[in-house]
């Protein structure tokens, strides 16, 4: 079993910053992709950014420029940092990664339990 436990969430004015964090644990022996995914009321849920383990990254056309993906393996951690944020960035933001599991490395994604962002204008 995976569990990918998210930080970092909360309420954020427009124009500012905001930091996500998400942190991998249990039965892995390789991460590959680790991204964002968010959805807003009513919406469905979309791409934000991910980051494969080769280190590239992809992001929404709604948050280049703005928006920024890392990764530290070493703790198997993700981190999504807003800045110049925008009332419609207001969504649950889910991380998500592609693992290859313990013993058999069969692939399986897992998601986080998601947290909320709101920016008020």
């Known amino acids: 079993q995976v569990q990918l436990v998210e930080s970092g969430g909360g309420l954020v004015q427009a124009g500012g910053s905001l930091g996500l964090s998400c942190a991998a644990s249990?039965?892995?022996?390789?991460?590959?992709?680790m991204g964002w995914y968010r959805q807003a009321p009513g919406k469905q849920r979309e791409l934000v950014a991910v980051n494969t383990s080769g280190g590239s990254t992809n992001y929404a056309d709604s948050v280049k420029g703005r928006f920024t993906i890392s990764r530290d393996n070493a703790k198997s951690t993700v981190y999504l940092q807003m800045n110049s944020a925008k009332p419609e960035d207001t969504a649950v933001y889910y991380c998500?990664?592609?693992?290859?599991?313990?013993?058999?490395?069969?692939?399986?994604?897992?998601w986080g339990q998601g947290t909320q962002v709101t920016v008020s204008s």
């Open positions: 998500v990664g592609d693992f290859q599991i313990l013993p058999t490395g069969s692939p399986r994604r897992y």
């Open positions: 249990g039965s892995f022996f390789r991460i590959n992709t």
